[in-house]
């Protein structure tokens, strides 16, 4: 019986850590016209800012990648699966994989360490994908809480770069928030 | 067997209660005054607020788009605050000046409220690009009160921000992301040039 409890435990543990960095849901779209769709989709825009990273769309087989680079570097990529359910209904099956160049630095390992992060990086692209497919704006309420645990997890060290004035984040931030003033100022007068 | 009370009252014991009891004393004696009433003239009031761009309320409390405060004074009784990011203005509040007598002033702070009555920022609103965290109206009253009192910016007196949204693109900014205003949906926007 101990066995049996643990062996279903191991499952269920498998399937929750999976879920961590894919999902798929079901589209009433014909196969076609989803992936056309989603080869001119757009990124979740709040999670990467105006200057995130860049991406690179690619269709490969039932697959659509969108590649996020900078300088020329991938750093992960997400890949979104497609499997013809019938006339008019496509499942869409999607991954996120971090870059493992890179060791114990790598992106991979730096989303397995933080798993909000990893959760709401996919729970931001699903919504993006689902809100393309269904012709309609990007739903915030739809990654609310996966947006609330990610913050939480995240809110110590922004508090701390507002509340203890010694510590060098802090400075970093501020240094990072001055020059971003500094530079609109030098640039294009906002 | 109970000690004498007098082994028990040492020298520096009474001494701290006399102390803690006088301050007690002392403050009962003085009428605390009333939030949003300052110490100060209309005139000092009004001179330390009309061309003050609010830094440490925008250092504290901004999300992650670049915002730029413009203080407007109207005729030495009230302070107008508008501000703008990437030209666009995102929120304004003033502050109207009532002088009590010649040295104390009450300070009313106002939002213009929305088409739904509410105010803006005021911790139920949702934006795309939040230029303050919210609730923002306590954290405007701490910038006036500090600025009122000459002290620094309290954080703690401000109460902690509640926008997850906000939360999460300051940190993009501290750590080198541009946000703008006037990101579209679905997009990332454009590289800085």
Redesign the interface.
Known sequence: MFRITLIIFAVVSAIAYTTISSSDSDYAVDIREARRLLMASEMPHFVFGSQGPTFEVRAEGAQVQWIAKRGGVEFFRYIATLTELGADKTRVELELKGSKSGGSASVASKLAEKPSIQNLYVVAMREQIAATLERRPFDMTQIASALAIASAGNMSSMRSSLDEAATASEQRAKESIQRAYREEAQGNRR | MIPAFDSIMSRPLVTAIIVICGSILSGCSESKPEPGVYKLSVAEAYGRLSDNTLEELV??R?C?I?IHVKPEGRQGQQVIWRVY???KKVVEFSAALTALDDQNTKVTITFPTGPDGAEPYNGSQ?Y??PAFNQPLRPAVEEQVAALLEGRPYD??KAG?GQD??C??????????????VD???????????
Not at chain 2, 171 to 179: A, K, R, S, T
Not at chain 2, 183 to 192: A, H, Y
């Open positions: 250092l504290f901004q992650g670049l990011s990437s030209g949702s795309n690009r954080a703690k902690r997850n949204v939360s999460i693109q300051r940190g993009g900014l501290e750590n080198g992301l541009v946000f703008r990101d579209k949906l679905g997009t990332v926007g454009s590289p800085r040039k």
